[in-house]
């Protein structure tokens, strides 16, 4: 007996067009299925369904049903659901309930009646799962975004549940920790429907696939069905990684030299890092959780000082960070984007159609996805036109279609002469060369080229 | 020390300076207080300290012209406002002025203390029955360094965009998308927590380690704290 079934389900948010258009699928116990189609596409909100908070806590117009494991989503809350159901949303920021780990981790248990001395070994087993025991004591607003992802993961592997479902859940994690927590996922034997922009890594663990477009179910299909389907219908969605191009010879842009920082003082994030960028090259950080790119990238960007050694920057910066909720400061988009030029709305019109936010202009910035958010902080950013672009994980919420959209923004943005750093896992935008930090910047000093 | 009675000391503490009419006993407490405050990080407990002090200096400050004692000697005689009548400042007025500003002084750093010291899990843990409203109560204490946390990232997203905030308007400006986020991220953590199976019935606890004696000890004291100030101070 299939452990979900869906049937004609249509929902629309209050005074929004609809979200899903009569989708109808069924999830076998064992199943894993990756959830793909573009940003906004409803993937979101069809798993917010199969977790019962659409139409409980979100309200709207909800026709058709959703059944999990004999619960109907229209009667049961989500509450009751959970234990059989786990989900991860797509913002660790936004789901961290306690403020140490291990808590964190054991706050599902509790709540789920688990037998008090069956709690903490679970916890560890989860945060082990997914390679945090280190992180059992610490607290949770001292965690990097990667790290936090990885805590909001062993928390739903805690509940042992029978449906996972995975909104985006590797966005922030480096390699390595992606094919950790797939591993664990896999080894879980649960239902797991995944949704995430990196196609291939989704589908090497998926046995089927279902693609949404627009609300509408537009393929549901066996794994290699649905890559043909892709490689045919949607060729961006199977595109390997981008390969490094070879760097270019331009004046310097930004000059580090011995760059040395650490918040605490028995923790260095890093020690004496040498950089050089040069106009016209896009240069990509790479390295795991923790490992120091965004203090680098926030040094660079002149947003954090260097404790030690010398950071030299000719002309000007600009610097998106991780969280594009930082970006929303004024009242409609076209502001936003204006506010770093001046109130100039010609240009800020310009920079939101460079983005293909042009349609947005007059929407309040909150009231637009967490990839539109993304790409309007873009916007916001780069409409000065800064010599160096310094970007932290910016292709998170962006689908494989803006994913390579971007990536021709950037080598445009590069070939005017000026230079662009990332601070990225995803080898998905273009770069002339890559950089891999270390844990520690001592033991894997910068410069050292990584293959791609 | 356990959170629980750690939390019932200050808790006391608070209250002990509400209920004594004694200066020096408030300004005793106040400074007991602002000494555990200093076990803080020096990088998160400026802006409990700053909150906690200014509130306590604004009322000594204010209210010897706000409020009128027709005791005491006067030590400045000033003019007559409509409505609020004479400006005179006296002995009785400073006295009294001292005392209530030591005693929100003395409030403010006890919750400073609860919020920047005591492991909030713990509490919530402890709470028992009463677990919900102690998880509502944990969640709005970390509402503070959150939106600190938010206005440091907002002032950064600006100046990332080489836009300088210049004066205290320039920075006004990111407290309505400051409350905005934080409204945003409410509700994000509500769901959240719904999906965790909050509020199901049948709720445990993961095990904790037994109070200590000194533990045990810091009930007696809150209350007989609480009796003395009351009673004799």
């Given amino acids: ?452 | 020390m356990s959170p629980g009675p750690a939390a019932l000391l200050l808790a006391a503490a608070g209250t002990a300076a509400l209920l004594a009419d004694r200066l020096w006993m408030v300004a005793l407490l106040t400074v007991v207080l602002l000494a555990v405050c200093l076990h803080a990080p020096a990088e998160r407990r400026g802006v409990y300290l700053f909150g906690a002090l200014s509130t306590g200096l604004g009322v000594l400050v204010l209210s010897p012209f706000l409020w009128s004692s027709p005791d005491g000697t006067i030590l400045w005689e000033g003019p007559t406002i409509p409505v609020l009548g004479p400006l005179d400042v006296t002995t009785t007025e400073l006295v009294e002025a001292a005392l209530n500003g030591f005693r929100l002084a003395a409030l403010g750093l006890a919750f400073a203390a609860y919020a920047l010291l005591l492991d909030h899990d713990r509490l919530v843990a402890a709470a028992g029955g009463a677990r919900r409203s102690a998880l509502a109560v944990a969640l709005a204490t970390r509402l503070v360094p959150s939106l600190e946390r938010d206005a440091v990232g907002l002032a950064e997203s600006v100046r990332g965009r080489g836009v300088r905030l210049e004066g205290a308007r320039g920075y006004a400006t990111l407290l309505s998308p400051l409350v905005a986020g934080s409204l945003e991220r409410a509700t994000s953590l509500a769901e959240a927590m719904e999906a965790r199976g909050f509020g199901r019935p049948g709720v445990t606890r993961a095990p904790r380690p037994p109070w200590s004696v000194r533990d045990r000890l810091a009930l007696p004291l809150a209350a007989l704290l609480v009796v003395v100030a009351a009673l004799w101070l």
């Avoid at chain 1, 309200?59 to 989500?78: H, N, Q």
């Avoid at chain 1, 936004?94 to 981790?105: F, R, Y």
């Avoid at chain 1, 842009?253 to 004496?272: I, K, Q, T």
Wanted: aromatic share 4%; with cysteine.
């Fill in chain 1, 1 to 452: 007996m299939a452990l979900v079934a869906v049937d004609g389900l249509s929902f629309s948010y209050p005074s929004a067009p609809p979200a899903l258009r009569d989708v109808s699928l069924g999830l076998e116990p064992g199943e894993i299925v990756a959830l793909l189609g573009p940003s906004g596409s409803g993937k979101s909100t069809l798993i917010r369904a199969l977790a019962g908070l659409v139409p409980h806590f979100h309200g709207g117009r909800f026709a058709g049903r959703v059944v999990v494991a004999g619960l109907d989503t229209r009667r049961a809350r989500p509450a009751e659901l959970a234990g059989t159901v786990a989900t991860v949303f797509q913002d660790p920021e936004d789901q961290v309930i306690m403020t140490v780990v291990a808590n964190e981790v054991a706050f599902g248990l509790e709540n789920l009646g688990v037998a008090p001395r069956e709690i903490w070994p679970r916890v560890e087993r989860a945060l082990d799962s997914v390679d945090a025991l280190h992180l059992w004591g610490r607290k949770t607003t001292e965690l990097s975004g990667g790290e936090l992802q990885r805590v909001c993961l062993a928390s739903a592997l805690a509940l042992e549940p029978r449906l996972l479902l995975l909104d985006e859940p590797t966005s922030q994690l480096d390699p390595e920790a992606a094919a950790l927590f797939l591993a664990a996922v896999e080894r879980l034997g649960a239902t797991v429907v995944l949704s995430e922009h990196r196609v291939a890594r989704a589908l090497d663990l998926a046995t089927r696939a279902v693609f949404l477009d627009g609300g509408r179910l537009l393929l549901d299909a066996p794994r290699a069905e649905a890559a043909e389907w892709l490689s045919a219908e949607r060729p961006l969605y199977t595109r390997a990684c981008v390969e490094t191009t070879q760097a270019l010879s331009g004046e310097t842009v930004l000059a580090l030299s011995g760059v040395s920082f650490a918040y605490r003082e028995a923790l260095p994030v890093l020690d004496a890092v040498d950089l050089e960028l040069r106009r016209g090259e896009i240069v990509a950080l790479e390295g795991a959780n923790g490992s120091g790119k965004t203090t680098l990238a926030r040094i660079a960007a002149g947003l954090l000082e260097a404790q030690k050694g010398t950071v030299e920057l000719r002309g000007s910066a600009g610097y998106l960070s991780q969280d594009p909720g930082r970006y929303l400061v004024k009242e409609t988009a076209l502001e936003e984007v204006a506010l770093a030029v001046n109130r100039d709305e010609q240009k800020a019109r310009v920079a939101l159609d460079g983005v293909g936010l042009g349609w947005a202009a007059d929407r309040h910035p909150r009231d637009l996805s967490s990839g539109e958010r993304e790409r309007l902080a873009l916007a916001a950013v780069a409409v000065a036109e800064p010599d160096l672009l310094v970007l932290d994980e910016p292709t998170r919420g962006l689908d494989p279609e803006r994913k390579a959209a971007l990536g021709s923004w950037l080598q445009e943005y590069a070939a005017g002469g000026r230079a662009v750093l990332l601070a990225t896992h995803d080898r998905g935008l273009p770069a002339n060369r890559r950089i891999g930090l270390g844990v520690d910047s001592r033991h894997a000093p910068l410069g050292a080229r990584v293959g791609v």
